[in-house]
């Protein structure tokens, strides 16, 4: 084997030991916080500090894109330490700030916390924030990926003199076009010497266009050179620059703190350091965010133990937290109040939407919000999925949220998803259907003029639901599917197609009266009945959520429009849509449902509780909610 070879396959190997010793640690739990007779060939941290005590990070984030790159540095962080951690999130953008506000809320990391800040809110509170506890920050830019502990360089406070405000690397002294993504600041020490409002104003509300911890570094340049301290270039090291000029010896890589990762570096350096560092950052980004809820913390984290029935794996359902980044791909450009935009809102996992969205885009040209179920693996296949695919590389209007998945969850979480794909929504209406469906043409614009039109005509739309029939086929080719109204009644009265359901579930879509429908040309109200699950076209900000108990086979939609008719809707039938089913295998969570005999009583103990609650709620019957206008 030549030097070339040996040299790669030295850094395979410890790219590969990183990746266990990480898994390792995400692996072991709580429980492991003081065993110590686990040990890894990597120096010692020392803490001086409690080890309650958080380690601040302070990051601006400003685009969507920003948001995956933050998602990579919290995880590679969090992936690597045992210290609680705070991190700060300033955003001049209220839909960015509520993208990572979900973000960090649903992940449920042990021993972490965040904040996010708009600029003005950061400014003014900035006296009173640094009074607190919180004396040092580590402020970052968001292309960081950790591959040791932070704290390693939190305790490089420990360092500074008596003068000393801040800290960083001593490249980004020597070249401000290449900053060194990290910059220390002692707060208390910095109150002395500055006025900390007017530092900040001068760094957030600049106009130049560089990262973060450069605005600091040129701000840091008008103080005296006394204020600064220089850290090792190990704590950050620039892959497409002085690498080599930091480490000697390729085993050295092992004990950097973080690495600047750029499209560059990932894509066209070949080096041989580069490798080594991209297998890293892939175990990162692809790695199971979710694990980490589970990581190793110094600060004893109390666990409230579950008390387990014979139907806890339904009930568990109302509790379940699935970590969500909204708006993956796609903005959060809404539209305004006198819009009568609708936005297909659904659900789907990762393999049915890379089959699908091309072909549904075709028929429906509005605004999509969908929430894909996917591993961080499949999240990041959707990067590349979206420069191939004709639909996402060219429309701007489709929404795509990530629920990533829980693997300790048996069913499929579906009306956990519809809850999120709601939220993303950016229009004043949702159209709630599912994946494996093909419309009629000009749905999208016949949809929007009868809402127009019940709008003018009844003045509001905040308590009628329009249910869009649907119908099904044994054909397998979707280049057979009728596209008109006249073509589906056809295929319809000669029995090539039937309502959506006819056989299996008719109570699901009967109570739509397909024989009216046929020859109608105006909308018309139906009633509602035990089992009816419409797909329904209403307004976002009414419909409630889909009951989380029901996140799997069995009551799911029909639970949510029993909720719109408590609520007093009326449900009124488009005259000239449809949509029509794609035959698929059966589901794993249909499969559950259809052979668990517990699975099945335990969800009919559910609908029971279900139902009572409801009617309790508003003080109604189910003859109430057959009879309807109460």
Known sequence: MNVVGKATAILYSAALLVQLIVLLAMLQGHEVIENEEIKYNIPLISYYNDPCEYVNILMYVSSYTEVRQFASLVKSITAHSKSSLYFHVISADEKIRSVVSTLM????????????????????????????????????DLNVIFIRDISELWDEFRQFGDNNCFATIEPSIERFDQTGNVVLIE????????????????????????????????????????????????????????????????????????????????????????????????????????????????????????????????????????????????E????????FSISMAMQTDFSRFVQMIDKISVYWTCPMSITIYATDEEARQLLKFRRISSTLSQRKDISIHISYVEREFEDYPVNHLRNVAQEGATTQYIFITEIDYFYSLDICQNLQNLVSMIEDRERTMDKKAIVVPAFESNRLSDRMIPETKEEIVDKYLNEEYHYFHHTIYPGGHKPTNYERWIDSSEEYRVRWNRGYEPYLVLKRKHSPEFPKIFSGRGYNKGSHVMRLVAQGYELVVSPDTFMVHMPHWVSDSRRLYLTNLQYQRCLSWAKVRFDQQLYSSHNITERDMRRGGF
């Open 105 to 140: 809320k649903t992940w449920l990391l042990p021993s972490v916390a965040y904040t996010c800040y708009s600029v003005d809110d950061f400014l003014d509170r900035s006296r009173d924030l640094w009074a607190t506890p919180i004396d040092k920050v580590i402020v970052l």
């Open 187 to 330: 707060i208390e020490t910095l109150s002395r010497f500055a006025d900390q409002t007017a530092f900040w104003e001068n760094i957030l509300q600049s106009n130049e266009q560089s990262s973060f911890t450069t605005k600091i570094m040129k701000a840091i340049e008008t103080q005296p050179g006394e204020r600064l301290k220089l850290l090792a270039c190990k704590f950050n090291v620039d892959v497409n620059s002085h690498i080599q000029q930091c480490v000697s010896d390729i085993s050295d890589i092992v004990s950097f703190n973080m690495v600047h990762v750029t499209e560059k570096s990932l894509n066209e350096n070949d080096a041989l350091f580069v490798h080594h560092f991209n297998s890293i950052y892939d175990s990162i980004v692809e790695g199971d965010g979710n694990l980490l809820r589970n990581r190793m913390v110094k600060c004893p984290v109390s666990l409230t133990p579950k008390n387990k029935t014979k139907c806890s794996f339904v009930t568990d359902r109302e509790q379940l937290v699935l970590r969500s980044h909204m708006f993956y791909l796609g």
């Open 332 to 339: 959060n450009i809404t539209s305004p109040d006198d819009d």
